[in-house]
């Protein structure tokens, strides 16, 4: 009886199957495997309530699927890695995993090199209720990908890395929509090297929301022109990186109306002319990221567009651009909504640049400053402007130092204010209190020993203190020799 259990000390005996698996969803994923070796019943109960599933696809483990999988009955959710030094599970163990876990609805793939097109065939043909699907570094090719697009019906979310099974040239079979087009909603592609072929999944899939290319090879613009022939596509986000994209593709794409969110990063083909045309026909566009990579083809000329245009912009964030303060002065003025902002890497932003943004971001929440020429002073402003920031990063300035972090502690002491100036002054203590500096410390004057500034004197006190301290050591080791000469006589 449940009243002679609980007087041995066992108190969870009362608590339902049902209520003990919802405990369990509650606590990590190592707090569940402790729990499980506590009893039979806890065993049980954890393993059938367990949806979230990873595991180490190596050979090694084929054995072991059976008594897995039978513990596991209800596992929703798997992940499959392999690491590079071991041969992977093969089709026959996919295909066993695919009949145990018939309501899988997301699976990931990683490092599963003896995969084939069977083994997605049978994948495919026994989890129909597949909505998410990711593979890094498999070999099976467009056979496999279209078995599980004409299988999955579901599938909303496809990403694919580094499949090495479509490596044909222009013999590489094309990758289709299948009963997968309606349903499809966001696509992934990366470090693929006959990404093409993926082309008319991309056209055909007219739900789609999220499109993500990421260092594929091959020319894009003709992709984006037939996308942009259908009406309105409905394309929310997309990225591109590293891609050969040009002008006339960013133009395709500022056809697509409801454009939210454009990350361009290391396209050296595009320019302000692209920019400008996305600015200007996509007028909701809330998110930006470019990253010009140096080349100077951005500049102000794309930021007075978006700044005349873009009116929902919440997030601009800058890489290798260097825009003058006429780019920069028509951001802080026209973005009234701009939350976030980040400007890195770029050679014409200094204290006037960032004096504007300060005097006319009334929005901005969050700045990130890095590799940029700025002083303490531009950053001091910050101190009575932006009203509603809460949080400033400086990295890799030289012109800034942690004096200011204590200015604008002062003003605002809400604000978090993250410095690499405190990290780069504290090494350079360490190094000159380490154990060399402390053993001829006796020897060096207090004056010599200065903490490190961003003036150009830093060059000749580092120098006159390494001096005396090599002076210092040549001394000590001349007494201690004369010192050991004298005993030696006595």
Same mark, same amino acid.
Request: charged share 25%; proline share 3%; net charge positive.
């Given at each position: 009886?449940?009243?002679?259990?609980?007087?041995?000390?066992?108190?969870?005996?009362?608590?339902?199957?049902?209520?003990?698996?919802?405990?369990? /969803?509650?606590?990590?994923?190592?707090?569940?495997?402790?729990?499980?070796?506590?009893?039979?019943?806890?065993?049980?109960?954890?393993? /059938?309530?367990?949806?979230?599933?990873?595991?180490?696809?190596?050979?090694?483990?084929?054995?072991?699927?059976?008594?897995?999988?039978?513990?596991?009955?209800?596992?929703?959710?798997?992940?499959?890695?392999?690491?590079?030094?071991?041969?992977?599970?093969?089709?026959?163990?996919?295909?066993? =995993?695919? /009949?145990?876990?018939?309501?899988?609805?997301?699976?990931?793939?990683?490092?599963?090199?003896?995969?084939?097109?069977?083994?997605?065939?049978? +994948?495919?043909?026994?989890?129909?209720?597949?909505?998410?699907?990711?593979?890094?570094?498999?070999?099976?090719?467009?056979?496999?990908?279209?078995? +599980?697009?004409?299988?999955?019906?579901?599938?909303? $979310?496809?990403?694919?890395?580094?499949?090495?099974? =479509?490596?044909?040239?222009?013999?590489?079979?094309?990758?289709?929509?299948? &009963?997968?087009?309606?349903?499809?909603?966001?696509?992934?592609?990366?470090?693929?090297?006959?990404? /093409?072929?993926?082309?008319?999944?991309?056209?055909?899939?007219?739900?789609?929301?999220?499109?993500?290319?990421?260092?594929? +090879?091959?020319?894009?613009?003709?992709?984006?022109?037939?996308?942009?022939?259908?009406?309105?596509?409905?394309?929310?986000?997309?990225?591109?990186?590293?891609?050969?994209?040009?002008?006339?593709?960013?133009?395709?794409?500022?056809?697509?109306?409801?454009?939210?969110?454009?990350?361009?990063?290391?396209?050296?083909?595009?320019?302000?002319?692209?920019?400008?045309?996305?600015?200007?026909?996509?007028?909701?566009?809330?998110?930006?990221?470019?990253?010009?990579?140096?080349?100077?083809?951005?500049?102000?000329?794309?930021?007075?567009?978006?700044?005349?245009?873009?009116?929902?912009?919440?997030?601009?964030?800058?890489?290798? &651009?260097?825009?003058?303060?006429?780019?920069?002065?028509?951001?802080?003025?026209?973005?009234?909504?701009?939350?976030?902002?980040?400007?890195?890497?770029?050679?014409?932003?200094?204290?006037?640049?960032?004096?504007?943004?300060?005097?006319?971001?009334?929005?901005?929440?969050?700045?990130?400053?890095?590799?940029?020429?700025?002083?303490?002073?531009? &950053?001091?402003?910050?101190?009575?402007?932006?009203?509603?920031?809460?949080?400033?990063?400086?990295?890799?300035?030289?012109?800034?130092?942690?004096?200011?972090?204590?200015?604008?502690?002062?003003?605002?002491?809400?604000?978090?204010?993250?410095?690499?100036?405190? $990290?780069?002054?504290?090494?350079?203590?360490?190094? =000159?209190?380490?154990?060399?500096?402390?053993?001829?410390?006796?020897?060096?004057?207090?004056?010599? =020993? $200065?903490?490190?500034?961003?003036?150009?004197?830093?060059?000749?006190?580092?120098?006159?203190?390494?001096?005396?301290?090599?002076?210092?050591?040549?001394?000590?080791?001349?007494?201690?020799?004369?010192?050991?000469?004298?005993?030696?006589?006595?």
């Amino acid at each position: 009886p449940a009243e002679d259990v609980i007087s041995e000390g066992d108190r969870t005996a009362v608590i339902p199957d049902d209520c003990l698996a919802l405990i369990f /969803q509650f606590l990590s994923s190592g707090d569940r495997r402790r729990c499980s070796l506590i009893c039979r019943r806890w065993l049980a109960v954890e393993g /059938q309530s367990r949806q979230r599933l990873a595991l180490n696809a190596s050979g090694e483990v084929s054995l072991h699927l059976p008594a897995i999988f039978t513990r596991f009955d209800s596992v929703t959710k798997l992940a499959l890695r392999c690491d590079r030094k071991s041969v992977s599970i093969n089709d026959d163990d996919l295909s066993l =995993i695919s /009949q145990r876990c018939r309501n899988l609805t997301r699976l990931k793939l990683r490092g599963c090199r003896e995969l084939s097109d069977l083994g997605m065939l049978a +994948l495919a043909r026994n989890c129909k209720s597949l909505r998410k699907f990711s593979c890094g570094s498999c070999n099976f090719g467009a056979k496999g990908m279209n078995a +599980l697009l004409n299988n999955c019906s579901s599938l909303e $979310e496809l990403s694919v890395k580094r499949l090495r099974g =479509i490596n044909d040239g222009s013999m590489a079979e094309p990758v289709v929509p299948g &009963v997968a087009g309606p349903s499809l909603r966001s696509i992934t592609l990366k470090e693929l090297y006959n990404g /093409q072929c993926f082309a008319p999944l991309v056209i055909g899939s007219k739900n789609l929301k999220s499109l993500k290319i990421l260092k594929c +090879l091959g020319d894009w613009d003709g992709l984006f022109a037939a996308i942009a022939e259908r009406r309105k596509s409905g394309l929310t986000e997309i990225h591109l990186e590293r891609l050969q994209v040009s002008d006339s593709g960013l133009i395709a794409i500022s056809k697509f109306p409801y454009l939210d969110t454009f990350h361009l990063v290391k396209a050296p083909d595009c320019s302000d002319q692209g920019i400008s045309a996305i600015a200007d026909n996509c007028k909701l566009l809330r998110k930006l990221h470019i990253d010009g990579w140096r080349t100077n083809r951005i500049g102000d000329e794309g930021l007075i567009s978006i700044a005349a245009n873009s009116v929902n912009l919440v997030e601009l964030v800058l890489i290798g &651009v260097n825009p003058t303060s006429v780019g920069m002065t028509a951001i802080s003025s026209k973005c009234r909504k701009l939350e976030r902002l980040a400007l890195c890497g770029s050679e014409s932003i200094g204290d006037p640049e960032i004096s504007c943004i300060s005097a006319k971001c009334h929005s901005l929440k969050k700045l990130c400053i890095k590799c940029c020429r700025v002083t303490d002073a531009g &950053v001091e402003t910050f101190a009575f402007g932006c009203p509603n920031l809460v949080k400033v990063k400086v990295k890799k300035c030289k012109g800034v130092t942690s004096e200011v972090r204590e200015l604008l502690k002062s003003r605002r002491p809400s604000l978090a204010v993250t410095l690499d100036a405190d $990290e780069i002054e504290a090494e350079a203590a360490e190094t =000159i209190l380490s154990d060399d500096a402390a053993d001829v410390a006796p020897v060096a004057s207090p004056e010599d =020993i $200065e903490a490190p500034s961003t003036s150009h004197g830093t060059t000749t006190t580092t120098s006159k203190l390494r001096f005396d301290m090599f002076a210092g050591r040549v001394l000590v080791a001349c007494a201690f020799q004369r010192l050991a000469a004298r005993n030696n006589s006595s």
